[in-house]
């Protein structure tokens, strides 16, 4: 039976040194800098999801907040990385959160994980599940690849002006925003739209962003930080400001 799309993706995150490598390193600048503003002081319940090797996992823990990671690969949280870390770890799939509604205060999808879920269809069910577990005040944070960056980044070389931009365009028509890249040895296929794209799905599946961080153009990873659209909502109403 040929593989599944998300079966190939999962091969190449199994297989991938540079994920496992990444698992040590500890938050990314950007990453640590948007915790730093919009993560509250423990006690929080936080859900890491496509949490890999832990790399942001275990230093949320060490923090003090009580933490559980997800990840649809077994492989990754069997891994010698989590021994004595002390985390929950649940292997499950981010369209089907195994949890009741609201049990979380903070929920992130790190590193373009939530890319790597396929179809389109799964990935906004994804992002509705992410809301039905996230408490009313709760944040959802996660970075996703940006297209209008892309597009442009194989013209710098004009001799593959021409294979890149049919490829684009092929994979483009053939599958919306998911596109094909070269993973370490099979091709990887991946999501990205550009924040606009992106702000309007998360509207559509009940969340308003509150912060777009990067730039449309120059980078090629975007940082979004969402809240549930009912929340906006009653604080309008109330008349209250964002804590
Ligand atoms: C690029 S890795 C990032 C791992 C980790 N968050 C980090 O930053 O090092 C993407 C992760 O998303 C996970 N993933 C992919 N599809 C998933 C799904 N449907 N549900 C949950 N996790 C998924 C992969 O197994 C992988 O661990």
Same mark, same amino acid.
């Given at each position: *039976? @040929?593989?599944? =799309?998300? +079966? =190939?993706?999962?091969?190449?995150?199994?297989? /991938?040194?540079? =994920?496992?490598?990444?698992g040590d390193i500890g938050f990314f600048k950007e990453e640590?800098?948007?915790? #730093?503003?919009?993560l509250t002081p423990p006690p929080l319940t936080i859900l890491?999801?496509?949490c890999g090797y832990g790399r942001t996992t275990i230093p949320l823990k060490k923090m003090g907040y009580d933490v559980i990671g997800l990840d649809v690969s077994g492989h990754m949280l069997r891994h010698r990385k989590w021994k004595g870390s002390d985390v929950s770890l649940i292997q499950a799939s981010g369209p089907f959160l195994p949890f009741p509604d609201g049990l979380f205060d903070f929920i992130l999808f790190s590193f373009h994980g939530i890319d790597y879920i396929? @179809?389109? #269809? *799964?990935r906004s069910q994804c992002v509705r599940e992410i809301r039905r577990v996230l408490r009313q005040?709760?944040?959802?944070?996660?970075? /996703? +690849?940006?297209?209008?960056?892309?597009? @442009? $980044? @194989?013209?710098?070389k004009p001799r593959n002006i021409? /294979?890149?931009?049919? $490829?684009?365009?092929?994979w483009r028509k053939l599958t919306g925003h998911y596109w094909i890249t070269k993973g370490v040895s099979w091709p990887l296929i991946l999501y990205a739209a550009p924040p606009s794209a992106q702000v309007v799905d998360l509207? #559509?599946?009940?969340? $308003?962003t509150i912060e777009v961080v990067g730039n449309q153009f120059l980078n090629y990873s975007i940082y979004y930080i969402c809240e549930r659209s009912d929340t906006c909502a009653r604080r309008v109403r109330n008349g209250e400001k964002r804590i």
């Amino acid at each position: *039976m @040929p593989e599944s =799309i998300d +079966q =190939i993706n999962l091969k190449y995150s199994e297989r /991938s040194a540079l =994920i496992e490598e990444f698992g040590d390193i500890g938050f990314f600048k950007e990453e640590e800098a948007i915790l #730093k503003r919009f993560l509250t002081p423990p006690p929080l319940t936080i859900l890491d999801l496509g949490c890999g090797y832990g790399r942001t996992t275990i230093p949320l823990k060490k923090m003090g907040y009580d933490v559980i990671g997800l990840d649809v690969s077994g492989h990754m949280l069997r891994h010698r990385k989590w021994k004595g870390s002390d985390v929950s770890l649940i292997q499950a799939s981010g369209p089907f959160l195994p949890f009741p509604d609201g049990l979380f205060d903070f929920i992130l999808f790190s590193f373009h994980g939530i890319d790597y879920i396929f @179809p389109e #269809k *799964m990935r906004s069910q994804c992002v509705r599940e992410i809301r039905r577990v996230l408490r009313q005040d709760g944040l959802f944070v996660y970075n /996703s +690849q940006n297209d209008c960056f892309i597009l @442009p $980044r @194989p013209t710098l070389k004009p001799r593959n002006i021409l /294979s890149a931009l049919t $490829r684009w365009v092929h994979w483009r028509k053939l599958t919306g925003h998911y596109w094909i890249t070269k993973g370490v040895s099979w091709p990887l296929i991946l999501y990205a739209a550009p924040p606009s794209a992106q702000v309007v799905d998360l509207w #559509k599946a009940g969340f $308003r962003t509150i912060e777009v961080v990067g730039n449309q153009f120059l980078n090629y990873s975007i940082y979004y930080i969402c809240e549930r659209s009912d929340t906006c909502a009653r604080r309008v109403r109330n008349g209250e400001k964002r804590i």
